[in-house]
Protein backbone atom coordinates (compact mmCIF):
# COMPACT_ATOMS: atom_id res chain seq x y z
CA UNK A 1 0.00 0.00 0.00
CA UNK A 2 2.80 2.40 0.73
CA UNK A 3 4.60 1.92 -1.89
CA UNK A 4 1.37 2.24 -4.46
CA UNK A 5 0.91 5.75 -2.38
CA UNK A 6 4.81 6.64 -3.25
CA UNK A 7 4.45 5.43 -6.63
CA UNK A 8 1.33 7.76 -7.17
CA UNK A 9 3.08 10.79 -5.57
CA UNK A 10 6.06 10.35 -7.85
CA UNK A 11 3.68 10.00 -11.38
CA UNK A 12 2.12 13.43 -9.90
CA UNK A 13 5.24 15.00 -9.20
CA UNK A 14 6.63 14.42 -12.82
CA UNK A 15 2.75 15.30 -14.21
CA UNK A 16 3.40 18.71 -12.19
CA UNK A 17 6.51 19.18 -13.41
CA UNK A 18 5.79 18.90 -16.85
CA UNK A 19 2.51 20.76 -16.52
CA UNK A 20 4.94 23.69 -15.52
CA UNK A 21 6.79 23.42 -18.25
CA UNK A 22 4.22 23.67 -20.48
CA UNK A 23 2.96 26.93 -19.13
CA UNK A 24 6.57 28.37 -19.42
CA UNK A 25 6.20 27.35 -23.12
CA UNK A 26 2.76 29.07 -23.25
CA UNK A 27 3.77 32.07 -21.30
CA UNK A 28 7.08 32.78 -23.86
CA UNK A 29 4.70 32.25 -27.01
CA UNK A 30 3.86 36.23 -27.46
CA UNK A 31 7.36 36.36 -28.08
CA UNK A 32 7.12 34.94 -31.37
CA UNK A 33 3.59 35.26 -31.87
CA UNK A 34 2.83 38.89 -32.20
CA UNK A 35 -0.21 38.98 -34.56
CA UNK A 36 -3.32 39.79 -32.37
CA UNK A 37 -5.49 37.41 -33.66
CA UNK A 38 -3.27 34.36 -33.17
CA UNK A 39 -2.80 35.44 -29.83
CA UNK A 40 -6.32 36.07 -29.15
CA UNK A 41 -6.54 32.05 -29.68
CA UNK A 42 -4.17 31.14 -27.39
CA UNK A 43 -5.50 32.82 -24.91
CA UNK A 44 -8.85 31.39 -25.38
CA UNK A 45 -7.24 28.15 -25.62
CA UNK A 46 -6.06 29.08 -21.99
CA UNK A 47 -9.65 29.88 -21.10
CA UNK A 48 -10.32 25.54 -22.19
CA UNK A 49 -7.79 24.85 -19.97
CA UNK A 50 -9.25 26.20 -16.82
CA UNK A 51 -12.29 24.31 -17.87
CA UNK A 52 -10.45 21.19 -18.91
CA UNK A 53 -8.70 20.84 -15.34
CA UNK A 54 -12.03 21.25 -13.68
CA UNK A 55 -13.63 19.14 -15.47
CA UNK A 56 -11.18 16.68 -15.17
CA UNK A 57 -10.78 17.12 -11.51
CA UNK A 58 -14.64 15.96 -12.28
CA UNK A 59 -14.27 12.96 -13.96
CA UNK A 60 -10.66 12.01 -14.43
CA UNK A 61 -9.82 12.07 -10.54
CA UNK A 62 -13.42 11.08 -9.05
CA UNK A 63 -15.34 9.11 -11.65
CA UNK A 64 -18.34 11.70 -12.31
CA UNK A 65 -19.34 12.07 -15.42
CA UNK A 66 -20.96 16.03 -15.38
CA UNK A 67 -22.26 17.24 -19.01
CA UNK A 68 -22.05 20.78 -17.28
CA UNK A 69 -18.80 22.41 -16.97
CA UNK A 70 -20.03 24.99 -19.96
CA UNK A 71 -22.99 25.86 -18.16
CA UNK A 72 -21.20 26.83 -15.23
CA UNK A 73 -18.73 29.01 -17.30
CA UNK A 74 -22.01 30.46 -18.56
CA UNK A 75 -23.38 31.13 -14.81
CA UNK A 76 -20.06 32.31 -13.67
CA UNK A 77 -20.25 34.85 -17.24
CA UNK A 78 -23.27 35.96 -16.03
CA UNK A 79 -23.07 37.23 -12.33
CA UNK A 80 -20.23 39.36 -12.91
CA UNK A 81 -22.38 41.04 -15.98
CA UNK A 82 -25.54 41.00 -13.66
CA UNK A 83 -23.43 42.52 -10.68
CA UNK A 84 -21.85 45.14 -13.19
CA UNK A 85 -24.75 45.88 -15.30
CA UNK A 86 -27.21 46.38 -12.42
CA UNK A 87 -25.45 47.32 -9.23
CA UNK A 88 -22.16 48.55 -10.77
CA UNK A 89 -20.16 46.28 -8.35
CA UNK A 90 -16.54 46.62 -9.59
CA UNK A 91 -14.57 43.50 -10.93
CA UNK A 92 -12.40 42.64 -8.25
CA UNK A 93 -15.89 41.69 -6.21
CA UNK A 94 -18.26 40.86 -9.39
CA UNK A 95 -15.11 37.77 -10.21
CA UNK A 96 -15.20 36.65 -6.62
CA UNK A 97 -18.71 36.68 -6.75
CA UNK A 98 -18.75 34.37 -9.97
CA UNK A 99 -17.03 31.85 -7.66
CA UNK A 100 -18.75 32.16 -4.99
CA UNK A 101 -22.56 31.59 -6.41
CA UNK A 102 -21.10 28.37 -8.76
CA UNK A 103 -19.62 26.77 -5.98
CA UNK A 104 -22.76 26.88 -4.08
CA UNK A 105 -25.40 26.56 -7.23
CA UNK A 106 -22.61 23.38 -7.63
CA UNK A 107 -23.33 22.43 -3.90
CA UNK A 108 -27.08 22.71 -4.48
CA UNK A 109 -26.81 20.65 -7.64
CA UNK A 110 -24.70 18.11 -6.29
CA UNK A 111 -26.79 17.39 -2.74
CA UNK A 112 -29.30 16.83 -5.64
CA UNK A 113 -27.39 14.49 -8.54
CA UNK A 114 -24.66 12.69 -6.49
CA UNK A 115 -26.57 10.18 -5.47
CA UNK A 116 -26.71 9.04 -8.53
CA UNK A 117 -24.30 7.16 -10.61
CA UNK A 118 -23.55 6.06 -14.66
CA UNK A 119 -25.93 7.81 -17.49
CA UNK A 120 -28.37 8.90 -14.79
CA UNK A 121 -25.66 11.44 -13.61
CA UNK A 122 -24.82 12.62 -16.87
CA UNK A 123 -28.53 13.16 -17.78
CA UNK A 124 -29.03 14.83 -14.83
CA UNK A 125 -26.52 17.94 -15.62
CA UNK A 126 -26.89 17.86 -18.89
CA UNK A 127 -31.06 18.86 -18.58
CA UNK A 128 -29.64 21.24 -15.76
CA UNK A 129 -26.98 22.52 -18.47
CA UNK A 130 -29.91 23.30 -20.55
CA UNK A 131 -32.43 24.29 -18.56
CA UNK A 132 -30.04 27.27 -17.28
CA UNK A 133 -29.23 28.33 -21.10
CA UNK A 134 -32.56 28.58 -22.13
CA UNK A 135 -33.51 30.35 -19.32
CA UNK A 136 -30.83 32.86 -19.54
CA UNK A 137 -31.32 33.15 -23.06
CA UNK A 138 -35.49 33.65 -22.52
CA UNK A 139 -35.22 35.76 -19.85
CA UNK A 140 -34.83 39.03 -22.31
CA UNK A 141 -35.87 41.73 -19.76
CA UNK A 142 -33.17 40.64 -17.03
CA UNK A 143 -30.23 39.44 -19.01
CA UNK A 144 -31.19 40.94 -22.48
CA UNK A 145 -31.53 37.23 -23.67
CA UNK A 146 -29.61 36.35 -26.60
CA UNK A 147 -27.89 39.61 -27.45
CA UNK A 148 -25.84 39.13 -24.22
CA UNK A 149 -24.61 41.77 -21.60
CA UNK A 150 -21.77 44.06 -21.88
CA UNK A 151 -19.11 43.03 -19.29
CA UNK A 152 -16.43 45.65 -18.18
CA UNK A 153 -12.61 44.92 -19.17
CA UNK A 154 -9.90 44.53 -16.57
CA UNK A 155 -7.30 46.26 -19.29
CA UNK A 156 -7.53 46.98 -23.43
CA UNK A 157 -4.41 44.88 -23.36
CA UNK A 158 -4.76 41.51 -25.19
CA UNK A 159 -1.23 40.89 -23.50
CA UNK A 160 -2.37 41.70 -20.63
CA UNK A 161 -5.17 39.36 -20.60
CA UNK A 162 -3.07 36.82 -22.03
CA UNK A 163 -1.09 36.61 -18.97
CA UNK A 164 -3.94 36.87 -16.63
CA UNK A 165 -5.14 33.74 -17.97
CA UNK A 166 -1.85 32.36 -17.30
CA UNK A 167 -1.53 33.29 -13.95
CA UNK A 168 -5.24 31.60 -13.20
CA UNK A 169 -4.45 28.55 -15.29
CA UNK A 170 -1.30 28.32 -12.99
CA UNK A 171 -3.06 29.12 -9.85
CA UNK A 172 -5.96 26.62 -10.80
CA UNK A 173 -3.25 23.64 -11.32
CA UNK A 174 -1.47 24.36 -8.02
CA UNK A 175 -4.68 24.39 -5.81
CA UNK A 176 -5.28 20.92 -7.90
CA UNK A 177 -1.96 20.01 -7.72
CA UNK A 178 -1.78 20.74 -3.37
CA UNK A 179 -5.79 18.34 -3.62
CA UNK A 180 -4.46 15.77 -5.02
CA UNK A 181 -1.41 14.96 -3.47
CA UNK A 182 -2.88 15.08 -0.36
CA UNK A 183 -5.39 13.13 2.12
CA UNK A 184 -8.79 14.45 -0.25
CA UNK A 185 -7.05 13.61 -3.73
CA UNK A 186 -6.39 9.99 -2.33
CA UNK A 187 -10.21 9.81 -1.38
CA UNK A 188 -11.35 11.08 -4.70
CA UNK A 189 -8.99 8.27 -6.56
CA UNK A 190 -10.51 5.49 -4.10
CA UNK A 191 -14.19 6.33 -5.24
CA UNK A 192 -13.62 6.74 -8.83
CA UNK A 193 -11.30 3.14 -8.43
CA UNK A 194 -13.71 1.42 -6.31
CA UNK A 195 -17.10 3.41 -4.33
CA UNK A 196 -18.11 0.53 -2.74
CA UNK A 197 -14.67 -0.45 -1.42
CA UNK A 198 -14.06 2.84 -0.47
CA UNK A 199 -17.50 3.27 1.87
CA UNK A 200 -16.55 0.21 3.71
CA UNK A 201 -12.85 2.12 4.89
CA UNK A 202 -15.20 4.84 5.94
CA UNK A 203 -14.89 7.42 3.20
CA UNK A 204 -17.56 9.52 3.03
CA UNK A 205 -17.96 8.65 -0.50
CA UNK A 206 -20.76 11.30 -1.15
CA UNK A 207 -18.88 13.85 0.60
CA UNK A 208 -15.92 13.60 -1.59
CA UNK A 209 -18.13 13.73 -4.47
CA UNK A 210 -19.43 16.82 -3.09
CA UNK A 211 -16.52 18.62 -2.45
CA UNK A 212 -14.79 17.50 -6.14
CA UNK A 213 -18.14 18.85 -7.40
CA UNK A 214 -18.64 21.65 -6.17
CA UNK A 215 -14.52 22.80 -6.58
CA UNK A 216 -15.07 21.78 -10.38
CA UNK A 217 -18.17 23.90 -10.97
CA UNK A 218 -16.10 26.91 -8.82
CA UNK A 219 -13.48 26.71 -11.32
CA UNK A 220 -15.60 26.69 -14.55
CA UNK A 221 -17.64 29.82 -12.95
CA UNK A 222 -14.16 31.76 -12.82
CA UNK A 223 -13.01 30.82 -15.93
CA UNK A 224 -16.87 32.09 -17.75
CA UNK A 225 -16.24 35.22 -15.41
CA UNK A 226 -12.60 36.09 -16.70
CA UNK A 227 -13.86 35.35 -20.56
CA UNK A 228 -16.56 37.94 -19.87
CA UNK A 229 -14.35 40.27 -19.08
CA UNK A 230 -12.20 39.93 -22.09
CA UNK A 231 -14.99 39.77 -24.56
CA UNK A 232 -16.82 42.70 -22.80
CA UNK A 233 -19.83 40.44 -23.56
CA UNK A 234 -21.64 37.14 -22.23
CA UNK A 235 -23.87 35.29 -23.85
CA UNK A 236 -26.07 31.64 -23.53
CA UNK A 237 -23.58 30.81 -26.21
CA UNK A 238 -20.85 30.30 -23.80
CA UNK A 239 -23.25 27.36 -22.19
CA UNK A 240 -23.70 25.13 -25.22
CA UNK A 241 -23.76 21.58 -25.63
CA UNK A 242 -21.16 22.05 -28.25
CA UNK A 243 -18.75 23.94 -25.69
CA UNK A 244 -19.16 21.54 -23.08
CA UNK A 245 -18.20 18.63 -25.97
CA UNK A 246 -15.21 20.79 -26.56
CA UNK A 247 -13.86 20.13 -23.19
CA UNK A 248 -14.77 16.55 -23.16
CA UNK A 249 -12.54 15.93 -26.20
CA UNK A 250 -9.71 18.50 -24.85
CA UNK A 251 -9.35 15.76 -21.59
CA UNK A 252 -10.13 12.92 -23.58
CA UNK A 253 -7.27 13.71 -26.28
CA UNK A 254 -5.08 15.10 -23.54
CA UNK A 255 -5.06 12.65 -21.06
CA UNK A 256 -7.60 12.03 -18.58
CA UNK A 257 -6.54 11.52 -14.52
CA UNK A 258 -3.65 13.97 -15.95
CA UNK A 259 -3.13 18.06 -15.44
CA UNK A 260 -0.61 17.90 -18.26
CA UNK A 261 -3.18 16.06 -20.73
CA UNK A 262 -5.43 18.72 -19.47
CA UNK A 263 -3.89 21.67 -20.73
CA UNK A 264 -2.47 19.62 -24.07
CA UNK A 265 -5.38 18.96 -24.61
CA UNK A 266 -7.13 22.16 -24.35
CA UNK A 267 -4.40 23.91 -26.31
CA UNK A 268 -3.87 20.97 -29.47
CA UNK A 269 -7.58 20.43 -29.65
CA UNK A 270 -9.06 24.69 -29.89
CA UNK A 271 -6.12 25.31 -32.18
CA UNK A 272 -6.95 22.85 -34.05
CA UNK A 273 -10.90 23.74 -33.96
CA UNK A 274 -9.57 26.91 -35.34
CA UNK A 275 -8.04 25.34 -38.09
CA UNK A 276 -10.55 23.17 -39.42
CA UNK A 277 -12.99 26.47 -39.60
CA UNK A 278 -11.52 26.29 -42.90
CA UNK A 279 -13.24 23.12 -44.19
CA UNK A 280 -16.72 23.90 -42.94
CA UNK A 281 -18.83 23.43 -39.80
CA UNK A 282 -17.20 19.80 -39.09
CA UNK A 283 -14.94 20.63 -35.63
CA UNK A 284 -18.07 18.58 -33.75
CA UNK A 285 -17.64 15.28 -36.16
CA UNK A 286 -13.96 15.52 -35.90
CA UNK A 287 -13.46 15.61 -32.41
CA UNK A 288 -16.59 13.43 -31.59
CA UNK A 289 -14.60 10.52 -34.23
CA UNK A 290 -10.69 11.20 -32.37
CA UNK A 291 -12.88 11.14 -28.90
CA UNK A 292 -14.10 7.69 -30.24
CA UNK A 293 -11.09 6.66 -31.31
CA UNK A 294 -8.72 7.82 -28.50
CA UNK A 295 -11.62 6.08 -26.02
CA UNK A 296 -10.88 3.01 -27.90
CA UNK A 297 -7.28 2.44 -28.67
CA UNK A 298 -5.32 5.47 -26.40
CA UNK A 299 -7.45 5.69 -23.80
CA UNK A 300 -4.70 7.48 -21.58
CA UNK A 301 -4.52 10.09 -24.17
CA UNK A 302 -1.59 11.79 -25.97
CA UNK A 303 0.11 12.80 -22.34
CA UNK A 304 -0.57 9.22 -21.04
CA UNK A 305 1.01 7.63 -24.12
CA UNK A 306 3.86 10.01 -24.40
CA UNK A 307 4.73 9.32 -19.79
CA UNK A 308 4.36 6.18 -20.28
CA UNK A 309 7.27 5.91 -22.83
CA UNK A 310 9.23 8.41 -20.79
CA UNK A 311 9.24 5.94 -18.00
CA UNK A 312 10.05 2.99 -20.15
CA UNK A 313 13.25 4.90 -21.48
CA UNK A 314 14.27 5.84 -18.00
CA UNK A 315 17.25 3.65 -16.44
Same mark, same amino acid.
Not at 137 to 147: A, P, V
Not at 291 to 310: C, E, M, N, T
Given at each position: ?47 ? $? ?8 ? $???? /? ?6 ? !?? $? ?8 ? %? ?36 ? %?????? !? ?20 ? +??? !? ?96 ? +? ?28 ? /? ?23 ? $? ?10
Amino acid at each position: MKGAANLWQQRLRFDMQAALVVCGVIALLPLVVTGPYTLGIILVSVYF $AVQALAWNLL $AGYT /GQFSLAPA !AF $AMLGGYTTAL %LDYYLHVPLALGIPAAVVVTAILGLVLGKLVLNLSGPY %LSLTTL !AFAEIARVVVGNSYDFTRGDQG +MHV !ATLTESRLGYYYIFLATLLAVLVLLYLLLRGRHGRFMMAVRDDPVGAESRGIDVVGVKRIAFCLSCAICGLAGSLYGTFSQLVSPELGLLQQTGLVLS +MVVIGGMSSLTGAIVGAVLVYLGSEWLRGF /GNIQVIVFALLVILFARYVPGGLWG $ALAARLRRSRP
